[in-house]
């Protein structure tokens, strides 16, 4: 029989058979000293046989973690046949050899399997598997496996109603936690899980409480299991409110007091700790405290570095990619091509490549965790879940090209200047050309790339951070989007966010590689988030790669406009105009530039425009 399949096997269950079967279990064990696994690995030259293999598969299996407090088994094991599929002859094998056995490691994992299966009699199996997994439990196999069979036999005792079983399960626990406390050996993992399952029973045992004092005391020295052992306080604190407000205080003073003796980003993530423990449960004055200690660390304080990687590009291959945006009868036809991106693609590149390559690059990624500090050096975002991580990684995978395409971009834009020279007034009638623009917007993006060419990065960006949130507002006004909130209690009244006007119009047609890149560089907070960054100050050096990309982000917005009549109507006016807009636009579409003028036409959807030129 395969470990990996559920075939009904005729087995030879005759005593002498299944002597043979029980002894070599018992050699098996006799070795183990770390866990059941290694019965199973004993016995690996021998699973030819397929009643050897059904044997050695009862060690395969993994009693998992126990979770939220749920006492249900959960066997586990990778490619092996789920343990209720199996075939009864297994069960029948398994029933046979454990009444032959004489070691407890083997007693206590077929018993319990064959109570898990609801094999009679059953109250003979929990019976038989608890007694079993206390002596292992006692016994001198490693502290994390005894552990588990303590832990399982409490499990078991209680599933059956059995208080003396239960009472011994929860003295030997005590004993065991004492001897990890007091053991040379630091141990929380031991000792805290023992605890942990004590804290989970509706009447813990005497002695709880004074075991998490001592272990309060002995793991002083590490914040996060001083505070683990403190939250096991308070589960057994329950409604005790005078005793949950101390420890909640104790908490954010475990984190206060660690960040005391830490420094750079060790120092802020303990004090972040406590910002976030303290708000969330109630501590407003150590809250206040906990802020004003984490807003006077300064970025010059969290010694961080900065990595280059050079990235060796052929100069043909960067003179043709530059030249792609330069090479052209006119400047507006260069201008056209650099809004959108090189054939279509925003500078993080097409998301559905993004997600292809970020499958690619997997384990490591995730056990590494990461924070997004701002240019204030303080904490913005950390993912919360793997949904959070994912979001992450995508974004990361985005940013990483962008940074790449950058400067090539920068450099781009520097040689439309430079080769045609482009007159301010000309640029500005050439937006004002793009009928549903806001009327001062053609005159921003005229003085933005003409400071763009004179160097003048920093008035370039500040020209344009604001607008782009402008245009997309009035893009989602006039297909009849709710954009405005009105006020609530105290809260006055205001406009969505950046990142829900990208969100509305992904929806209305907004290519997704083109939103994920307004998002990654404007305001996810996974990405750069550079229009809050800019608008708090907290941007040193506008670079002239950081304007470039707000340079395109922003012509690409000027480029959409409503689908339909109503484009045709704004003439880019915000009075009737878009008031006409708002009661006729359903959805969005993009501009086409054809030559010397920005002209509407009647087609769907929403994207970057073509790009074409006529004498």
Same mark, same amino acid.
């Given at each position: 029989?395969?470990?990996?399949t559920?075939e ?14 029980a002894?070599l ?9 770390? =866990? ?6 004993? %016995? ?6 397929a009643?050897?293999?059904? *044997? ?11 979770i ?10 990778a ?9 009864? @002859? ?14 407890v ?9 064959l ?6 009699p059953?109250?003979?199996?929990a019976?038989?598997?608890c ?10 196999? #490693? ?5 588990? $069979? ?14 003396? %079983? ?7 626990? *005590?004993?065991?936690a ?10 929380p993992g ?5 605890i942990?399952?004590? $804290? ?31 939250m096991?306080?308070?589960?057994l604190?329950?409604g005790?409110?005078d005793?949950?407000?101390? *420890? ?15 420094? =750079? ?26 802020t ?6 300064? *970025? ?10 050079p990235?060796?590009?052929?100069? !043909?291959?960067?003179s043709?990619w530059?030249g792609?945006f ?14 959108? =991106? ?10 559905a ?6 499958a690619?690059?997997?384990s ?17 975002? !950390?993912p ?5 991580q ?13 940074? %790449? ?19 301010r007034e000309?640029?500005e009638?050439f ?33 344009? $951070? ?11 006004r006039?297909?009849d ?17 950046? #990142?829900?006007?990208? @969100?509305?119009l ?19 907070p ?10 708090h100050?907290f ?5 002239a790669p950081?304007a ?9 917005v000027?480029n ?32 086409e ?18 790009t074409?030129?006529?004498?």
């Amino acid at each position: 029989m395969s470990s990996t399949t559920a075939e009904e096997s005729d087995f030879d269950l005759s005593r002498e058979r299944i002597t043979e079967l029980a002894a070599l279990a018992d050699a098996a064990a006799a070795e183990a000293k770390r =866990g059941w696994y290694e019965i199973s690995s004993a %016995l690996t030259d021998k699973r030819g046989a397929a009643d050897v293999d059904a *044997i050695a598969i009862a060690f395969d299996y993994r009693l998992q973690e126990r979770i939220d407090g749920n006492s249900n088994p959960v066997f586990h094991a990778a490619q092996l046949t789920p343990l209720a599929e199996l075939p009864t @002859s297994v069960a029948d094998l398994w029933a046979n050899v454990v009444g032959a056995t004489a070691s407890v490691p083997v007693r206590a994992r077929l018993h319990d399997l064959l109570f898990t299966l609801g094999r009679q009699p059953k109250h003979k199996h929990a019976d038989q598997a608890c007694r079993a997994y206390l002596e292992v439990g006692a016994g001198n196999w #490693g502290s994390l496996y005894r552990v588990r $069979a303590l832990a399982r036999a409490l499990d078991i005792a209680r599933q059956m109603n059995r208080n003396d %079983l239960a009472d011994d399960a929860m003295k030997q626990i *005590i004993a065991n936690a004492r001897e990890s406390l007091d053991g040379v050996e630091w141990q929380p993992g031991v000792s805290l899980r023992l605890i942990g399952r004590l $804290a989970e029973e509706k009447n813990p045992p005497t002695g709880v409480d004074d075991l998490l004092v001592e272990a309060r005391a002995r793991y002083a020295g590490d914040p996060y299991i001083e505070v683990d052992a403190a939250m096991l306080q308070r589960r057994l604190a329950k409604g005790d409110k005078d005793a949950l407000g101390r *420890i909640d205080r104790e908490v954010v003073g475990i984190w206060t007091k660690a960040a005391e003796a830490s420094t =750079g980003l060790q120092r802020l993530g303990h004090l972040t700790k406590a910002v976030d423990y303290a708000r969330d449960h109630g501590q407003t004055g150590l809250l206040a405290a906990a802020t004003t200690a984490l807003q006077a660390i300064g *970025i010059d304080d969290l010694g961080m570095q900065t990595f280059r990687v050079p990235v060796e590009i052929p100069d !043909e291959k960067i003179s043709k990619w530059i030249g792609y945006f330069t090479q052209g009868d006119d400047w507006r036809v260069c201008i056209a091509r650099f809004e959108n =991106g090189e054939h279509g693609t925003p500078p993080t590149g097409r998301t559905a490549e993004n997600r292809s390559q970020m499958a690619k690059d997997t384990s490591l990624y995730s056990m590494i965790p990461h924070s997004k500090i701002g240019g204030d050096g303080l904490p913005r975002w !950390e993912p919360q879940n793997e949904d959070d991580q994912e979001e992450q990684r995508l974004s990361d995978v985005e940013m990483f090209r962008m940074q %790449l395409c950058a400067p090539l971009l920068a450099k781009a834009l520097h040689e439309i200047g430079v080769v045609h020279h482009p007159i301010r007034e000309e640029v500005e009638e050439f937006f004002a050309e793009r009928i549903f623009l806001p009327p001062d917007i053609p005159r921003v993006l005229a003085d933005a790339l003409t400071r763009y060419w004179r160097r003048d990065y920093e008035a370039c960006a500040y020209l344009l $951070a604001p607008k782009i949130e402008t245009m997309l507002r009035v893009l989602a006004r006039a297909i009849d989007e709710p954009v405005y909130l009105t006020q609530r209690k105290n809260t006055p009244g205001k406009y969505v966010g950046l #990142g829900t006007l990208i @969100s509305t119009l992904g929806k209305h047609g907004l290519d997704e590689s083109w939103g994920r890149y307004l998002s990654t560089l404007l305001a996810g907070p996974t990405g750069w988030n550079l229009r809050n960054e800019l608008a708090h100050g907290f941007v040193d050096e506008v670079s002239a790669p950081m304007a470039a990309l707000l340079i395109q982000a922003t012509l690409y917005v000027a480029n959409l406009a409503p689908r339909g009549r109503a484009a045709a109507d704004a003439r880019g006016r915000i009075g009737a105009p878009l008031e006409a807009c708002m009661q006729t636009g359903r959805g969005l579409r993009p501009f086409e530039s054809t030559g010397q003028l920005a002209t509407t036409r009647r087609r769907g959807g929403l994207g970057a425009g073509r790009t074409q030129s006529r004498p």
